[in-house]
């Protein structure tokens, strides 16, 4: 399940996005003002942000603009009347991903909302992630770098890793990680998903991937 923090100021809008994007299995944290919604990108992590741009207190632009500026890193995308080409480099400038216009199909938000969440790393400006001191991940080529050296990863164990990093100090549910590493015609197994986490803890350090139990896997890192 994917969660999703929801800027729109238009209640009927608002109302119909949320019980569109629930029915589509996302969890969202709907607000109607820019400075309730920076509060809420401080207080949690989101996988998704849907910005109407004109909303009372800071704007959608300004909102982006400034958590860009702190560090937030999950992807965007501005819900928006306008339609001119400066106001389309301006969104992008700020920190954007993606844009809709109104009046929009509900479909295609859904297309977009997907898109983006299938990605892996988002406005990452390097090309490897630090997980502590020795080790760090190369998004590139998919690898492990550990005091200098490549260590390949396993398709699942890889896939396994950026679930872990994108989720860092959260408990990611068995389901979650089931429908992350299996496809549509594999069979999820969960004797295989503990070989895939016993194979990356002998790699980054059992410490760093707790089980909870009946819940799922913790994964941290060291600062």
Not at 92 to 105: E, L
Not at 110 to 132: A, C
Not at 200 to 209: H, Q, T, V
Request: hydrophobic fraction near 35%; charge should be negative; glycine fraction near 6%.
């Amino acid at each position: 399940m994917s969660k999703i923090l929801l800027l729109e100021d238009d209640a009927n809008l608002n109302e119909t996005v949320s019980e569109f994007l629930e029915e589509q299995g996302h969890d969202i944290v709907s607000v109607y003002d820019g400075n309730e919604a920076q509060e809420k990108i401080y207080e949690s992590k989101y996988d998704l942000l849907l910005l109407d741009i004109n909303v009372p207190g800071m704007n959608g632009l300004e909102l982006l603009k400034e958590s860009r500026k702190e560090g937030v890193t999950t992807p965007a995308i501005y819900i928006t009347s306008m339609d001119t080409v400066d106001d389309l480099e301006k969104g992008f400038n700020s920190g954007c991903d993606d844009y809709i216009r109104k009046p929009f199909a509900l479909k295609e938000l859904q297309i977009r909302v997907e898109t983006l969440l299938k990605r892996d790393f988002f406005h990452n400006t390097h090309e490897q992630i630090r997980i502590s001191e020795e080790i760090s991940y190369d998004i590139k080529n998919n690898e492990l770098v550990i005091e200098g050296e490549s260590v390949s990863l396993g398709n699942k164990e890889a896939k396994l890793l950026k679930l872990f990093m994108k989720s860092e100090g959260e408990v990611i549910a068995h389901e979650t990680i089931y429908e992350s590493l299996w496809d549509y015609d594999e069979e999820p197994s969960d004797t295989a998903l503990r070989t895939y986490i016993k194979n990356l803890r002998k790699i980054i350090g059992k410490e760093r991937i707790v089980s909870i139990k009946k819940q799922g896997y913790k994964f941290s890192t060291q600062k």
